[in-house]
């Protein structure tokens, strides 16, 4: 039966079929797990320091981040965002933010673009990782394929936040995050909820690495199935100049960048004056 049946279907519709199966079996490029053309050619010239098949990489697309509020009532503008696009390609991909440990993968792509219908935020960072298949981080390769590891969240250093009802500096604020405030007498009512965006010089801005962690602060921050990136999408001393926008030194006398070359940086916590079921960012010294 089998026979008659193939032997009754057309050359054009037996090919079709396929090519249908093909592509439903093995997808390639910005679908993953495997790069196409484009970016295993982006990825040798820019990152691998030996020639690299495409049998021999894994890549995947994540949505790293939005301009929605996050769970700690925070919000990227899409200024910041794009910053964030601009320095992500060449940092490396973590476990947990756990920076004790070898990166398991390296950022090669980024942009910002427009969301998505039922994506948070109006606008999306879009990144796309690759690692090196071997024995050793199958398993990981493997739960991300079942989407089982799919959660994903950024580190970075920053600037300023600045608060929603009166303006301050985070650490100069009085409020609290999600408390509700009257903004005319600046009581605690059923008004306008508090958040804080970062806010400052873009230049202080940077996008150090990117984490698998079990859930994310950004909402839908995830691994996701694969599309093509934006339209404006940063690779390493690319998009209209010769230089990375991870080399570009910020203003003099800035605050994240002292005299001592110490960097402001951040961490989780849980802050005495916040409720125990809030995780917020602080700067280290």
Same mark, same amino acid.
């Given at each position: 039966?089998? +026979?008659? &049946?193939?032997?009754?279907?057309?050359?054009? !519709?037996?090919?079709? /079929?396929?090519?249908? =199966?093909? $592509?439903? *079996?093995?997808?390639?490029?910005?679908?993953?797990?495997?790069?196409?053309?484009?970016?295993?050619?982006?990825?040798?010239?820019?990152?691998?320091?030996?020639?690299?098949?495409?049998?021999?990489?894994?890549?995947?697309?994540?949505?790293?981040?939005?301009?929605?509020?996050?769970?700690?009532?925070?919000?990227?503008?899409?200024?910041?965002?794009?910053?964030?696009?601009?320095?992500?390609?060449?940092?490396?991909?973590?476990?947990?933010?756990?920076?004790?440990?070898?990166?398991?993968?390296?950022?090669?792509?980024?942009?910002?673009?427009?969301?998505?219908? +039922?994506? &948070?935020?109006?606008?999306?960072?879009?990144? !796309?990782?690759?690692? /090196?298949?071997?024995? =050793?981080? $199958?398993? *990981?390769?493997?739960?991300?394929?079942?989407?089982?590891?799919?959660?994903?969240?950024?580190?970075?250093?920053?600037?300023?936040?600045?608060?929603?009802?009166?303006?301050?500096?985070?650490?100069?604020?009085?409020?609290?995050?999600?408390?509700?405030?009257?903004?005319?007498?600046?009581?605690?009512?059923?008004?306008?909820?508090?958040?804080?965006?970062?806010?400052?010089?873009?230049?202080?801005?940077?996008?150090?690495?990117?984490?698998?962690?079990?859930?994310?602060?950004?909402?839908?921050?995830?691994?996701?199935?694969?599309?093509?990136?934006?339209?404006?999408?940063?690779?390493?001393?690319?998009?209209?100049?010769?230089?990375?926008?991870?080399?570009?030194?910020?203003?003099?006398?800035?605050?994240?960048?002292?005299?001592?070359?110490?960097?402001?940086?951040?961490?989780?916590?849980?802050?005495?004056?916040?409720?125990?079921?809030?995780?917020?960012?602080?700067?280290?010294?």
């Amino acid at each position: 039966m089998r +026979g008659r &049946a193939e032997s009754n279907e057309s050359g054009d !519709a037996r090919g079709a /079929r396929k090519a249908f =199966a093909a $592509a439903a *079996v093995q997808p390639r490029g910005a679908v993953g797990p495997e790069p196409d053309a484009a970016d295993l050619a982006l990825i040798n010239e820019r990152y691998a320091l030996a020639p690299l098949g495409a049998e021999a990489l894994y890549v995947r697309r994540m949505v790293l981040a939005n301009d929605a509020l996050d769970r700690t009532y925070e919000r990227f503008p899409p200024a910041v965002l794009e910053r964030f696009a601009q320095t992500l390609p060449g940092k490396p991909v973590l476990v947990a933010h756990d920076k004790s440990e070898l990166p398991i993968g390296v950022i090669y792509r980024a942009a910002v673009r427009p969301a998505r219908e +039922g994506e &948070a935020g109006q606008y999306s960072l879009e990144a !796309a990782l690759y690692m /090196r298949r071997t024995a =050793a981080n $199958a398993e *990981v390769r493997e739960q991300i394929d079942a989407g089982v590891i799919r959660a994903v969240s950024i580190g970075f250093r920053y600037d300023t936040r600045l608060c929603s009802v009166c303006g301050a500096d985070y650490f100069d604020c009085p409020h609290d995050p999600g408390e509700r405030i009257d903004g005319e007498t600046g009581r605690q009512a059923d008004g306008a909820i508090v958040y804080y965006t970062y806010a400052g010089d873009l230049a202080r801005y940077e996008a150090c690495e990117c984490s698998l962690v079990y859930l994310g602060c950004q909402q839908q921050a995830a691994i996701v199935k694969g599309r093509e990136l934006g339209v404006r999408s940063w690779e390493l001393g690319k998009a209209g100049s010769n230089r990375s926008p991870n080399s570009q030194v910020p203003s003099p006398g800035s605050a994240v960048y002292r005299s001592s070359g110490t960097p402001r940086r951040f961490t989780w916590i849980l802050p005495e004056r916040r409720s125990p079921h809030q995780w917020t960012r602080t700067r280290l010294s």
